[in-house]
């Protein structure tokens, strides 16, 4: 297990110095989520990191406007159709 750690005392030449925890956890999500991004963990483990659940990490991330299923609307369609193909085969 990885611990990540963010030392806000020496953040003055940070565009984004955290006046609170709230801004604390903001901060570290949007830190971990090229991470994420790339596959390197996963929103479970970003959460765990975090020491929040994993749904309240979606939310935050929502709340900045990354979606927590990055698909575009051709791929949806995609898999709905697919998702009505095995069902009419059932």
Same mark, same amino acid.
């Given at each position: 297990?990885? $611990?990540?750690?963010?030392?806000? /005392?020496? #953040?003055?030449?940070?565009?984004? #110095?955290? +006046?609170? *925890? =709230?801004?604390?956890?903001?901060?570290?999500?949007?830190?971990?989520? &090229?991470?994420? *991004?790339? @596959?390197?963990? %996963?929103? !479970?483990?970003?959460? @765990?990191?975090? /020491?929040? =659940? +994993?749904? @309240?990490?979606? *939310?935050?991330? /929502? %709340?900045? !406007?990354? &979606?927590?299923?990055?698909? %575009?609307?051709?791929?949806? @369609?995609?898999?709905?159709? $697919?998702?009505?193909?095995?069902? %009419?085969?059932?």
């Amino acid at each position: 297990m990885h $611990n990540v750690h963010f030392n806000a /005392g020496k #953040c003055q030449n940070l565009r984004f #110095c955290p +006046k609170n *925890k =709230s801004d604390e956890l903001r901060r570290n999500a949007l830190l971990l989520y &090229p991470f994420i *991004k790339n @596959e390197t963990i %996963s929103h !479970g483990r970003a959460a @765990e990191i975090l /020491g929040i =659940s +994993k749904w @309240e990490l979606i *939310k935050l991330y /929502g %709340s900045e !406007g990354i &979606p927590y299923i990055d698909q %575009s609307w051709d791929e949806a @369609e995609h898999d709905a159709a $697919n998702v009505m193909e095995l069902l %009419s085969k059932r």
